[in-house]
Antibody, heavy 117, light 111 residues
């Protein structure tokens, strides 16, 4: 049974970098059948795709966030990470990591991140 | 404003059939990209209900179905149950945005 779990600080100061990690169990992130991605949900709002990374390291980012986003793999730990720079209050959201084949078929439980001084 | 448009809310009585629409355009659904549907309860992660327009993952009951035609797609739930009360999102790929996109979500209320 594949499981994903997000971790990271729940509070980030404006202008700083938000860093989250997704730990994957029950599957290998170098399984080339899947992409691994990040999606967020602002309070009371809908879902926003942030980006994906393929097992070989190829990344795909939402153009609206591309200048600030980096997604990377840590194959030794079977984890992948999200870095979002220069955060503002608009980046306050529930952040999910997910596995994608055709659709996002497995999700983590989410981690709530607040941007505030 | 999402490029995939869903009604903000729908409702139905137990046992009834409801449908949720997802309207896109020529750069997403109309371009042949698949639509997927998710169910989300407050404060929890979305769950995949339908992928590839009409396919159900293992464990999703057959009273839930999906369809797609042209620039529109629909999610249908028959035999409505109280446990179906949740938010529902459609999702596809948009080639003009070069991004995976979600609809704005539809809140289903079971009366």
């Amino acid at each position: 049974q594949v499981q994903l779990a997000e971790s990271g600080p729940g509070l980030v100061k404006p202008s700083e970098t938000l860093s989250l990690t997704c730990s994957v169990s029950g599957d290998s992130i170098i399984n080339n059948a899947y992409y691994w991605g990040w999606i967020r949900q602002s309070p009371g709002k809908g879902l926003e795709w942030i980006g994906n990374i393929f097992s070989g390291g190829t990344t795909y980012y939402n153009p609206s966030l591309k200048s600030r986003v980096t997604i990377s793999l840590d194959t030794s730990k079977n984890q992948f990470s999200l870095n979002l720079t220069s955060v503002t209050a608009a980046d306050t959201a529930l952040y999910f990591c997910a596995r994608r084949h055709n659709a996002f078929d497995r999700w983590g439980q989410g981690v709530r991140v607040t941007v505030s001084s | 404003q999402s490029v995939l448009t869903q009604p903000p809310s729908v409702s139905g009585a137990p046992g009834q059939r409801v449908t949720i629409s997802c309207t896109g355009g020529n750069a997403n659904l109309g371009a042949g990209y698949d639509v997927h549907w998710y169910q989300q309860f407050p404060g929890t992660a979305p769950k995949l209900l339908i992928y590839g327009n009409y396919k159900r993952p293992s464990g999703v009951p057959d009273r839930i179905s999906g369809s797609k035609s042209g620039t529109s797609a629909s999610l249908a739930i028959t035999g409505l149950q109280a446990e179906d009360e949740a938010d529902y999102y459609c999702q596809s790929y948009d080639s003009s945005l070069s991004a995976w996109v979600f609809g704005g979500g539809t809140k289903l209320t079971v009366l």
